[in-house]
C-alpha cells in the first residue's frame, strides 16, 4: 500500500488528483485516457487493479512506477508538460530576468492536446537546445500554454479587451468566430495589420471547386477543422425520413427534435453563422424551433438517451464524438449531403516578433502537426500532405470569406443568437 492512491480506485478518481500518471498509463495500453471525455466514461467504470489485470501487467512494478511519477512531480523535476485539464497562471508580459518573453498560448481540442503537446514538448526542447546562442544574443525567452478548449477562452478574450497587443501571446491558437473576427476583440488587431497568418497550399479537402478555406487578404490561417455532422437516434425517428441535410433538420418535423451544442460554444456559433449564411433569419428561426436541449455530445453517445423533457432525434456533434458510438447504439452518424459545418481552428502571429517565432509557426503548419490533427482526433488538417482519411462524399460547409469580411461578426452574432433564443424559447 501506499500513500497516494488504493488499488481498488478508479482510473479516473486517480488521474484526477494526479494528472501526470496519465501518460504513463497512456504508454501502457489505455490511450482513451488520453482525451478528457473517455478517460471520464471509461475511467469511472475500472479500477486501477482492475485495469492493470485487463493488460496483464505486473501491479507491484506498476504500483511503484506511479508513485515514482507522482513524487517526482510533487518534487518538481516532472516533465514540464502540463497533463491536467487545470489552467495554468497566465505569464508576466514583462520581461523575465532582463528577457523578452516569447509568448505560445492558446487551446487545443481535448482529443488532441495531450498528443501535440507530446510532439511539441519535443520539439521546444529540441529548439531551446539547439538555439542557446540566439536566445542569449538576442535576449528572449520562448514560453508557452496550449489549454484544453473545454476551458473555454474567455482568458484569451480578456486579453483581447485590453486593446493592448503587448499582452497577447506572440502566437495565437484557437477556434472561435467571435474571438478572432469580432471587431472589439482580434478584429481590431488585424484591421490594425498587427497580427496576421496564411496559408498558400492547402489540403484539397479543403481548396477544390466547392470550398476555399484560403484567405486571399492573408489574415487567417486555418490550420485545422471540427466538423459539425449530425448523430441520429434512429429508434426514434417514428417515420420521419432519415435528415440527410442541414436542411432537413429545419423542417417543422423536426420541430423539437434537436440537441444544439451550445456547452461547445466555438461550434455553436460555427453551426449558427453557417445557417444564417444559407437560411437567413428564417433558417435561425427554424433552427431555434428544432432545438429541443442543449446538450453536451458525449451525453447523447454514452446510452443513446438524454436528461431532458423531450429526447431528441438528431444531436449536432463534432465529428469526433460520432467514432465513440458503442455498438448496438440505435445512433447513427450523418455527414450531411451538403456537407459538415466547418469550426475553424485559427493560428495568428503577431508581427512584431515573427522572426523569433518562425520556427515554431512552421512546427503547427507542418505536417507532423498536422497528422496528429487528423489521425489522433479526427479533426482533418489543412495542411496539403496529410491524408485526412476522408471519402469523396465527406465534403464541408463552410461561410466563406466574403461572408467574414462583408459582416461585423461580432455583433451579427449576437443578433442571431438573440434570434435563435426567442425561436427556441429560451
Not at 538555439?131 to 544574443?137: G, N, Q, R, S, W
Not at 514560453?143 to 501571446?169: F, Q, V
Not at 492547402?202 to 487567417?220: S, T
Not at 487528423?374 to 465527406?394: I, M
Request: hydrophobic fraction near 40%; glycine fraction near 6%.
Amino acid at each position: 500500500m501506499n500513500n497516494y492512491f488504493l488499488m481498488n480506485e478508479t482510473i479516473f478518481d486517480i488521474t484526477e488528483r494526479y494528472p501526470e500518471v496519465i501518460r504513463y498509463l497512456a504508454g501502457k495500453g489505455f490511450t482513451p485516457l488520453t482525451n478528457p471525455v473517455m478517460r471520464k466514461m471509461m475511467g469511472k467504470k475500472i479500477t486501477l487493479e482492475k485495469a492493470l489485470a485487463s493488460k496483464k501487467l505486473d501491479p507491484v512494478r506498476c504500483e511503484q512506477e506511479l508513485v515514482e511519477i507522482i513524487e517526482r512531480s510533487a518534487s518538481g523535476s516532472f516533465a514540464s508538460i502540463d497533463l491536467s485539464l487545470k489552467t495554468k497562471p497566465q505569464y508576466d508580459t514583462e520581461q523575465d530576468d532582463g528577457k523578452q518573453i516569447v509568448r505560445i498560448e492558446g487551446v487545443l481540442p481535448c482529443p488532441i492536446r495531450i498528443p501535440l503537446l507530446e510532439s511539441f514538448e519535443s520539439f521546444y526542447t529540441d529548439y531551446i537546445e539547439t538555439h542557446k546562442a540566439v536566445l542569449e544574443e538576442k535576449n528572449y525567452k520562448i514560453r508557452y500554454d496550449l489549454r484544453s478548449a473545454n476551458l473555454s477562452i474567455d482568458w484569451i478574450i480578456d486579453l483581447a479587451k485590453t486593446g493592448k497587443k503587448e499582452n497577447l501571446p506572440d502566437i495565437l491558437l484557437s477556434a472561435g468566430f467571435e474571438l478572432f473576427f469580432d471587431k472589439k476583440l482580434m478584429g481590431s488587431f488585424i484591421e490594425q495589420k498587427e497580427f496576421h497568418c496564411s496559408i498558400e497550399t492547402m489540403n484539397k479537402d479543403f481548396c477544390n471547386d466547392k470550398i476555399d478555406l484560403r484567405d486571399d487578404k492573408k489574415n487567417y490561417a486555418i490550420i485545422g477543422v471540427v466538423p459539425a455532422i449530425m448523430m441520429v437516434n434512429t429508434a426514434l425517428l417514428d417515420g420521419r425520413k432519415m435528415p440527410e441535410t442541414w436542411e432537413d433538420i429545419l423542417s417543422p418535423e423536426f420541430e423539437h427534435s434537436v440537441a444544439i451544442p451550445f456547452g461547445d460554444l466555438d461550434l455553436f456559433n460555427s453551426v449558427i453563422l453557417n445557417i444564417y449564411a444559407r437560411f437567413g433569419d428564417e433558417g435561425i428561426e427554424k433552427l431555434g424551433k428544432a432545438c429541443s436541449t442543449y446538450m453536451h455530445p458525449a451525453q447523447m453517445v454514452k446510452t443513446g438517451k438524454a436528461a431532458a423533457p423531450v429526447q431528441p432525434i438528431v444531436s449536432i456533434s463534432p465529428y469526433f464524438f460520432s467514432k465513440m458510438i458503442p455498438e448496438q447504439s440505435p445512433l447513427t452518424t450523418v455527414w450531411p449531403k451538403d456537407g459538415a459545418i466547418v469550426a475553424p481552428i485559427f493560428m495568428l502571429v503577431k508581427k512584431d516578433t515573427e522572426a523569433l517565432t518562425k520556427d515554431f509557426v512552421s512546427f503547427f503548419l507542418s505536417e507532423k502537426t498536422g497528422n496528429v490533427f487528423a489521425r489522433s482526433g479526427f479533426f482533418p488538417s489543412t495542411n496539403p500532405a496529410v491524408d485526412n482519411r476522408l471519402s469523396k462524399d465527406k465534403t464541408f460547409s463552410w461561410v466563406g470569406w466574403d461572408f467574414i469580411y462583408n459582416n461585423d461578426i461580432g455583433v451579427l452574432l449576437e443578433k442571431i443568437k438573440a434570434d435563435f433564443s426567442r425561436a427556441a424559447g429560451q
